[in-house]
């Protein structure tokens, strides 16, 4: 049985001091301990924001790929090992180079976690408007306010047919080690926003600004996390009002994970298939047809 020393690394994390980040990196530990994995059952794919780091420092399998690619690779990953996969990147990766593949994440269902650290500021190319910034908010390339209505990633999670859509806030890391076991335990596409702190580039939303703002849907009387309208209602509070719902919004089990009707991963995924039998690819036969 794994233990979170089994996940250390002799590196340590040069997040700024008091960043969120620190409080997902331990969350993920924690939940892969809880969970029972051992480094060797997950893979995790980065993108490109502070978090992105994430895969350096933890004893884990991973790769670090592209700006907004993250979850296409994460698709590759998943059909070809069968690992349990889980994505981690932020806002501009996950909402805006990679906003069509989050779109089409959520409605293939495909069985991986999205983790979005949401600090709603490019932070890692040193504080440039993103886009999950607030209206009005100050940036270096916003010197007088954004003009951009944030994107809302729950209510369009939801909208393209994701089953299983939740938010974190990194104030709360016992809520987020829940969050994360949930997902890894959910059979499709699961995301969670998180709302990081950014305590460089940031700094009109530190810990108290979410403490003061933060709910869990839980705890909402009538609180039916398969209710899509309700889910939906909850999403669409943040951030057109103050109030910010934390917590698993929508879940749906009774849906299959896309990997689930793929026909050539009957037989298992495909690194543990002899590569002769495998339907999509005899080598020697590609080879010998471009010679
Ligand atoms: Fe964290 Fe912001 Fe520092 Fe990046 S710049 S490490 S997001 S506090």
Same mark, same amino acid.
């Given at each position: 049985?794994?233990?979170?020393?089994?996940?250390?690394?002799?590196?340590?994390?040069?997040?700024?001091?008091?960043?969120?980040?620190?409080?997902?990196?331990?969350?993920?530990?924690?939940?892969?301990?809880?969970?029972?994995?051992?480094?060797?059952?997950?893979?995790?794919?980065?993108? *490109?924001?502070?978090?992105?780091?994430?895969? /350096?420092?933890?004893?884990?399998?991973?790769?670090?790929?592209?700006?907004?690619?993250?979850?296409? *690779?994460?698709?590759?990953?998943?059909?070809?090992?069968?690992?349990?996969?889980?994505? *981690?990147?932020?806002?501009? /990766?996950?909402?805006?180079?990679?906003?069509?593949?989050?779109?089409?994440?959520?409605?293939?269902?495909?069985?991986?976690?999205?983790?979005?650290?949401?600090?709603?500021?490019?932070?890692?190319?040193?504080?440039?408007?993103?886009?999950?910034?607030?209206?009005?908010?100050?940036?270096?390339?916003?010197?007088?306010?954004?003009?951009?209505?944030?994107?809302n990633?729950l209510a369009?999670?939801l909208s393209?047919?994701?089953?299983?859509v939740?938010?974190?806030?990194?104030?709360?890391?016992?809520?987020?080690?829940?969050?994360?076991?949930?997902?890894?335990?959910?059979?499709?596409?699961?995301?969670?926003?998180?709302?990081?702190?950014?305590?460089?580039?940031?700094?009109?939303?530190?810990?108290?600004?979410?403490?003061?703002?933060?709910?869990?849907?839980?705890?909402?009387?009538?609180?039916?996390?398969?209710d899509w309208n309700a889910a939906m209602a909850f999403a669409l509070e943040?951030?057109?009002?103050?109030?910010?719902?934390?917590?698993?919004l929508y879940?749906?089990?009774?849906?299959?994970?896309?990997?689930?009707?793929?026909?050539?991963?009957?037989?298992?995924?495909?690194?543990?298939?002899?590569?002769?039998?495998?339907?999509?690819?005899?080598?020697?036969?590609?080879?010998?047809?471009?010679?």
């Amino acid at each position: 049985m794994a233990t979170l020393q089994d996940y250390a690394v002799d590196v340590r994390p040069t997040w700024c001091s008091g960043c969120g980040n620190h409080s997902t990196w331990n969350a993920l530990k924690r939940a892969f301990v809880q969970l029972g994995y051992e480094p060797r059952d997950l893979f995790m794919v980065t993108g *490109v924001g502070c978090c992105s780091k994430m895969n /350096d420092y933890m004893r884990i399998n991973g790769i670090h790929t592209l700006h907004g690619r993250s979850l296409a *690779v994460a698709a590759g990953v998943r059909l070809a090992s069968g690992k349990k996969v889980i994505t *981690v990147h932020g806002d501009g /990766d996950g909402y805006g180079e990679g906003g069509n593949h989050f779109m089409h994440a959520a409605r293939r269902n495909l069985g991986f976690v999205d983790i979005v650290e949401n600090n709603q500021v490019y932070a890692l190319t040193r504080g440039q408007v993103s886009p999950t910034s607030r209206l009005g908010f100050r940036s270096s390339t916003s010197p007088g306010g954004s003009l951009e209505r944030p994107v809302n990633p729950l209510a369009l999670a939801l909208s393209q047919g994701a089953t299983f859509v939740a938010r974190g806030a990194t104030h709360d890391m016992m809520q987020l080690v829940e969050l994360i076991v949930a997902a890894m335990q959910h059979r499709g596409y699961a995301l969670i926003d998180v709302m990081q702190v950014c305590v460089t580039y940031n700094r009109a939303m530190p810990y108290d600004y979410y403490r003061e703002r933060a709910y869990k849907v839980e705890e909402v009387e009538g609180y039916d996390a398969t209710d899509w309208n309700a889910a939906m209602a909850f999403a669409l509070e943040y951030p057109a009002t103050e109030r910010i719902p934390t917590g698993i919004l929508y879940r749906r089990e009774d849906l299959p994970a896309y990997e689930e009707g793929v026909s050539a991963l009957k037989a298992g995924p495909l690194v543990e298939q002899p590569l002769r039998t495998r339907p999509l690819a005899d080598i020697d036969l590609l080879l010998r047809e471009h010679m």
